[in-house]
């Protein structure tokens, strides 16, 4: 039996997605809300760690959606804010992004471990649970509203393998290579410390495990969606790389977005 915590979070993911006589205003594709960065919270960001910033980021003048931080010459962009769920549930987006052949080319065994790292409303994580009926699905997010819609649709559906963790901004809080394969889709782009986040991760990976980063694709221009919310291939490769990671392939099966794979070495 569903708890009312539950039924709320879902009565609010309903609401957010859409819904024909609601007055409150929907995001549009066109511009989902950002976090202020204050409110991630200057406890997750301790002194001694903006000391060592410096040393992989770079301050420079922010444009108009990002942050005005700097990793390997690429602009971080802005954290988009739970208020924005249903811009990630939006109707149209399993057209345009196709989930169903991105979650078929992660090949997922049964028992597979996997961390769907920045999840959101759980888009992926939902559809990972049922691919993983003997394993587990780790919805991580630095945003504690998102994990409440998660955990609601959790005991609504019933899905027992879907477990949540609220992450910082520098670390997903996962245990020691205790996950097989770790899945961002559109979040990797905004994640202030992609350095630590990426060197965590790789701790939280068994030997041999998979890091699958999914961004839209930064070198084409027709594709509609702002720029900061794209990458290169050669950017990520070289982001990943700098942080122990092994580039395995692209597998190249989505429309409008890279699939890029790495492995533990
Ligand atoms: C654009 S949403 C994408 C959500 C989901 N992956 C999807 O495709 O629907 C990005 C998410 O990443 C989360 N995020 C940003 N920085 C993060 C970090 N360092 N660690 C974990 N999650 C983070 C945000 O809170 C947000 O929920």
Known sequence: MPSRLALASL?????????SGCAAPVPTAEAPPVVEPESLGAAQFPRARLAEDGVFYEEGEASRDGTGRFYMGREIA?????RGAAWLERPDRARQERPDLLVD???LAPDAVVADLG????YFTFRLAPLVPLGTVIAVDIQREMLQIIE???EVEGAANVEVV????????????????????DAYHEFSHPREMLT????ATRPGGQLVLVEYRGEDPTIPIKRLHTMTEAQAIREAEAA???????????????LLVFEKP
């Open 11 to 19: 009565v609010t993911l309903a609401g957010l997605i859409g819904c």
């Open 78 to 82: 802005q954290v988009m804010d739970h």
């Open 105 to 107: 080319a992660l090949e």
């Open 119 to 122: 999840a959101g409303t759980g």
């Open 152 to 154: 609601g649709r959790a």
């Open 166 to 185: 609220l992450g910082t901004i520098t670390d997903p809080g996962l245990d020691p290579e205790s996950v097989d394969v770790t899945l961002i889709v």
């Open 200 to 203: 965590a991760i790789r701790r």
């Open 244 to 258: 122990g990671w092994r580039f395995v392939e692209n597998r190249d099966v989505l429309p409008q977005q890279h």
